[in-house]
C-alpha cells in the first residue's frame, strides 16, 4: 500500500504499525528515487530518524542497495535494518580511513551529529559537527550528498512573520548550532571544490510518535507539568514525510550544493497546541512564562514548490500523539529541548 492521505489510519496501534507507516513511500517518493540511478548509503543511520530514512529507502527502491552506516552501539538497531533488507557496515565516521574504505556509492544521505549533550564536550560537538563533514565531502566528492542539517542555524525571527527562508544568514545562538554552521560550510566548500552536487537539509522538528515536539507537549499535559511558552512558537513535520523529502532531494540536488528549509509550513503557538491536547487527553495545561516576539521558525515554500505539502497534516499529528500517549504507549525518553532560547543543549 502507497502512503496517501487517503490511506492514513485513524490511529497507530503499536511500535509496529509506526514503523511500518514510517517506511510507507509515496508516489511521489517512487518517481523521484527513479530519476536517479545507483545503491544509497546512509550515514548515521543509527540516530532517531535513520531506521525510517532506510526503510523508507528499501521500500520504494527495492531492487537497489541500500546501505546504512554507523556504530551500532545497540545491536537491535542492526537488527531492525538486516530484517528490512538493508546492508549495515560497522564505521567510526571519525576515522578517516574507515570512511575513504567504505563503498562509493552514488548516492549519500549524511545524517551523522552531535546535539543532546553537546554543552557536556564541545570538542567533540565541533569534530561531528564539523570535521566529519569535512572528512565525508572528501570521500564522497563523486557522488550526490544531501546532508541533514537544522533549522538552528538561523536566528530568532518574529513569530508574526513567514518564519527565516533559504536566504537569511546563519547568525545563531550557542555553539552547538554555530557547529551545525560549521557542517554546512564544510559540504559547501568541498561541493564547490569538487563540483559535487547536494543539498544541505535545514530539518526542524521531525514527530514520530515517541517523541518530538508533539509528544513532549502531550505528555507534560497528561502528566500535569508546566509547559514553558517562552518560545511560544513551533513548526514541525511528520517524520515520515522529512525522511521522503530527504531521499527526494537525491533527485533535485544542486551544484554547489544549497540549503533547503524542511518542515510544516505552518507556524503553530505552543499555547494552542497544549490546549488541543488538554481537550483530547482531559487535562487542563498547566502553561508558564511569556511568549517571546521571536522563534526559531522556517519558512518553507521552496520544499513546497518542490515537493508539495507533507501527507500527514498537523491535526492527524495530534490526534495519532493525543491517542498514543493516553495509552502509554512507548517514548524514547528523549525531549527535543524545542523550548531552549540560548542554543545549550
Avoid at 540511478?37 to 521500500?59: E, F, R
Amino acid at each position: 500500500m502507497l502512503l496517501s492521505r487517503d490511506t492514513l489510519p485513524n490511529t497507530i496501534a503499536d511500535v509496529t504499525a509506526l514503523d511500518d507507516l514510517l517506511c510507507r513511500p509515496s508516489q511521489a517518493l517512487i518517481d523521484d528515487l527513479g530519476k536517479t540511478s545507483g545503491d544509497i548509503m546512509i550515514l548515521g543511520v543509527a540516530g532517531k530518524m535513520g531506521p525510517t530514512l532506510a526503510g523508507l529507502a528499501k521500500a520504494a527502491a527495492p531492487g537497489r542497495r541500500i546501505i546504512g552506516v554507523a556504530r551500532f552501539s545497540d545491536p537491535s538497531t542492526q537488527d531492525w535494518l538486516a530484517n528490512r533488507g538493508i546492508e549495515t557496515i560497522h564505521c567510526d565516521l571519525l576515522d578517516q580511513a574507515a570512511v575513504r574504505a567504505l563503498p562509493k556509492t552514488p548516492n549519500i544521505v549524511f545524517m551523522a551529529g552531535r546535539k543532546f549533550g553537546a554543552e557536556g564536550d564541545l570538542s567533540l560537538t565541533w569534530a561531528m559537527n564539523a570535521h566529519v563533514p569535512a572528512i565525508v565531502a572528501q570521500a564522497f566528492r563523486a557522488s550526490r550528498i544531501v546532508a541533514f542539517s537544522t533549522g538552528c542555524v538561523y536566528p530568532f525571527v518574529p513569530v508574526d512573520g513567514k518564519g527565516a527562508d533559504e536566504a537569511t544568514a546563519p547568525d545563531p545562538p550557542g555553539e552547538y548550532a554555530q557547529s551545525c554552521v560549521g557542517r554546512e560550510r564544510m559540504f559547501e566548500y568541498f561541493s564547490r571544490k569538487f563540483a559535487t552536487p547536494g543539498r544541505l537539509f535545514r530539518l526542524n522538528y521531525a514527530i514520530d510518535m515517541r517523541y518530538g515536539v508533539l509528544h513532549d507537549i502531550a505528555t507534560n499535559v497528561s502528566s500535569g507539568t508546566p509547559i514553558d511558552v517562552s518560545l511560544g512558537h513551533v513548526n514541525f513535520i511528520w517524520q515520515g514525510d522529512a525522511a521522503s523529502q530527504a531521499l527526494r532531494c537525491l533527485a533535485h540536488c544542486d551544484m554547489p550544493t544549497s540549503p533547503l528549509n524542511v518542515s510544516g509550513h505552518e507556524i503553530l503557538a505552543v499555547r494552542d497546541l497544549a490546549a488541543a491536547f488538554g481537550k483530547l487527553l482531559g487535562r487542563d495545561p498547566i502553561i508558564v512564562g511569556r511568549e517571546q516576539p521571536t522563534a526559531w521558525l522556517t519558512d518553507t515554500r521552496q520544499a513546497t514548490k518542490l515537493f508539495g505539502p507533507p501527507v500527514v497534516d498537523i491535526e492527524r499529528m495530534i490526534a495519532w500523539t493525543a491517542d498514543w500517549v493516553a495509552r502509554a504507549m512507548p517514548s524514547l525518553g528523549k525531549p527535543t529541548k524545542y523550548e531552549v532560547r540560548d542554543g545549550r543543549y
